[in-house]
């Protein structure tokens, strides 16, 4: 289990604030370092302005990892994606979670505020961030992934 202090990029849109400020507490009150970019209320906003730049501070090692939500987590995932050296998997469940980091290395992980409870959504993240990359047979695809 990953026990060490994270320093953890998070990013919503407005479908995804409420989820993404319960989990900033959830992890700072684990002693987790939180750089929180945005958004800031459940006013409309376009997601990509704050999703890129979490997933390039996870990407040029300024964070360890990064969650970003929305309503689906699915265009959150797209925009984050879209940055060299990030593997975000939109997680549904804690085996989802746990599979995105064992096989994918997930650095990144996408939360879809409308398709499940605020429990779920912590039990998620704290499967992901304690699961460990298997290596192995994974590490090839991994780099097949990289090109």
Known sequence: MNTSKLKIAIASDHA???YKEKIKQHLE??????KDFGTDSEQSVDYPLFIRPAAEAVAAGECDQGIV???????EAMAANKVKGIR???????????????????NM?????????GETALEIVDTWLSAEFEGGRHERRI???EG
């Open 88 to 106: 975000c998997a939109v997680c549904w469940d804690s085996e989802s979670a746990r599979l995105a980091r064992e096989h994918n290395n997930a």
């Open 69 to 75: 939500l929305g309503g689906s987590g699915n265009g």
């Open 16 to 18: 995804g604030y409420q």
């Open 109 to 117: 992980i996408s939360l879809g505020q409308r398709m499940m409870t």
């Open 29 to 34: 009150s684990k002693g987790h370092e939180i």
């Open 143 to 145: 780099e097949q992934i």
